[in-house]
């Protein structure tokens, strides 16, 4: 993949933020953005104002070949392209464009999305001069303090490698604030969801039940499971103080030995005297097993109309236009629904944890 550092030609950065329409030139014809300035020699380097006369519709089939070039626009050509940081549409821009990569490269902004960074532009307002105007009080930097808990891909924002705990102690704090819900050992409970089963999510066969999503064989990195269960659990009171950045990372290094992450190339597992803390954490994202096959999606959106009445068969249940006829995505191989489906379902009765709470 090429480098993120690359740098964009003077135009390109001048259009972005300047907005200037000097480093702009020609039509939204294909031949005038041809045949004008071009970023890296491949790209018009007008592409902004392409788009703009385009009533900004930078996906539209047309802008993109007017501002890549036909030929290498679609297939291969298109794909490879995507990777190169001069590419209006590439994900991979220069650092300065967006802040620097904070572990997810693959999908930051590309320059050509110009509606997202004029929105910004003519958004952006200072916090320093933000006057609540009588409808609320302005939070302190205090409080705010204890929200600061930002975790990139790279590690930026993890405790202290002195805060953690072992992994038995952390199992602990788990079965005490998580197991209600998520089970002891990560295999659900009152209808939420597990966070341990030892599944592929790969299947050969289209009409097998789909596989249950995990951590183990689904979630992609050590790092940003930490981030999330700190920011997001227990539900009723997310960053707990009484569990602190120690309660999290402890669990965090229950819920990964519980599906088996390794913590080196050998293959070997977190013991339970394992002192779980940043620098472990780190260790074990490269070993997460469903880590690279997260991609961005590159298609426009498609709004289809909706279909109430009189719809096409192809439609309706089994796309035959039977509406009897169809399979239900989590069901065993013997037909029986998998561990917690009709609590998830609300097919339960009504009760506490469940439709009833």
């Given at each position: 993949?090429?480098?993120?550092?690359?740098t964009?030609?003077?135009?390109a950065?001048?259009?972005?933020f300047?907005?200037?329409?000097?480093a702009m030139?020609?039509s939204s014809?294909?031949?005038s953005?041809t045949?004008g300035?071009?970023?890296d020699?491949?790209?018009a380097?007008?592409?902004?104002?392409i788009?703009?006369?385009?009533d900004?519709?930078?996906?539209?089939?047309?802008?993109?070949?007017?501002?890549?070039?036909?030929?290498?626009?679609?297939?291969r050509?298109?794909l490879?392209?995507?990777l190169?940081?001069a590419n209006?549409?590439?994900?991979?821009v220069?650092?300065s464009?967006?802040g620097?990569n904070h572990?997810n490269?693959?999908c930051?902004v590309p320059?050509?999305f110009?509606?997202?960074?004029d929105?910004?532009k003519?958004?952006?307002t200072?916090?320093?001069?933000?006057?609540?105007?009588?409808f609320?009080?302005?939070?302190?930097e205090?409080?705010?303090k204890i929200?600061?808990i930002v975790?990139d891909?790279?590690?930026k924002?993890l405790?202290d490698?002195s805060?953690?705990?072992?992994?038995e102690e952390?199992?602990?704090?788990?079965?005490q604030?998580?197991g209600?819900?998520h089970?002891?050992?990560?295999e659900?409970a009152k209808g939420?969801?597990p966070l341990?089963?030892?599944e592929?999510?790969?299947?050969?066969d289209?009409?097998?039940?789909?596989?249950?999503?995990a951590?183990?064989n689904y979630w992609p990195?050590?790092?940003?499971?930490?981030?999330?269960?700190?920011?997001?659990?227990p539900?009723?009171t997310?960053?707990?103080?009484?569990i602190?950045d120690a309660?999290?990372?402890g669990m965090?290094g229950y819920i990964?030995?519980?599906?088996?992450?390794?913590?080196?190339?050998?293959?070997?597992?977190l013991?339970?005297?394992?002192?779980?803390?940043s620098?472990?954490?780190?260790k074990?994202?490269k070993?997460?097993?469903?880590?690279?096959?997260?991609?961005?999606?590159?298609r426009?959106?498609?709004?289809?109309?909706?279909?109430?009445?009189?719809c096409?068969?192809s439609?309706?249940?089994?796309g035959?236009?039977?509406?009897n006829?169809?399979k239900?995505?989590?069901?065993l191989p013997?037909g029986?629904?998998q561990?917690?489906?009709?609590?998830r379902?609300?097919?339960?009765?009504?009760g506490?944890g469940?439709?009833?709470?």
């Amino acid at each position: 993949m090429f480098s993120t550092k690359k740098t964009f030609v003077a135009a390109a950065i001048a259009t972005l933020f300047a907005g200037s329409a000097a480093a702009m030139s020609g039509s939204s014809d294909g031949a005038s953005a041809t045949g004008g300035d071009k970023i890296d020699g491949k790209y018009a380097a007008n592409f902004e104002q392409i788009i703009k006369d385009a009533d900004g519709k930078y996906l539209d089939r047309a802008v993109i070949e007017a501002i890549l070039g036909a030929d290498a626009t679609h297939g291969r050509d298109g794909l490879m392209g995507k990777l190169d940081p001069a590419n209006p549409y590439s994900f991979e821009v220069e650092d300065s464009i967006d802040g620097g990569n904070h572990g997810n490269a693959q999908c930051k902004v590309p320059l050509a999305f110009t509606e997202v960074h004029d929105n910004v532009k003519a958004n952006y307002t200072h916090d320093s001069n933000f006057v609540a105007r009588g409808f609320g009080t302005p939070i302190s930097e205090d409080s705010l303090k204890i929200w600061n808990i930002v975790v990139d891909g790279d590690g930026k924002g993890l405790p202290d490698p002195s805060v953690g705990m072992t992994v038995e102690e952390g199992a602990k704090v788990y079965v005490q604030f998580c197991g209600m819900c998520h089970g002891e050992f990560g295999e659900g409970a009152k209808g939420y969801l597990p966070l341990a089963v030892d599944e592929n999510l790969v299947t050969s066969d289209f009409n097998a039940p789909a596989p249950q999503k995990a951590v183990g064989n689904y979630w992609p990195y050590a790092v940003t499971l930490f981030d999330y269960i700190r920011r997001t659990m227990p539900f009723w009171t997310p960053n707990a103080p009484f569990i602190g950045d120690a309660g999290y990372m402890g669990m965090t290094g229950y819920i990964l030995q519980s599906n088996y992450i390794p913590v080196d190339d050998e293959g070997n597992e977190l013991e339970d005297d394992t002192f779980f803390n940043s620098e472990v954490l780190m260790k074990m994202n490269k070993y997460m097993k469903n880590q690279g096959n997260f991609f961005c999606d590159h298609r426009p959106v498609i709004h289809n109309a909706r279909c109430m009445t009189n719809c096409d068969d192809s439609l309706v249940g089994d796309g035959k236009g039977n509406i009897n006829n169809f399979k239900q995505a989590r069901l065993l191989p013997d037909g029986t629904p998998q561990y917690n489906v009709p609590q998830r379902l609300h097919e339960d009765k009504p009760g506490v944890g469940h439709s009833g709470m």
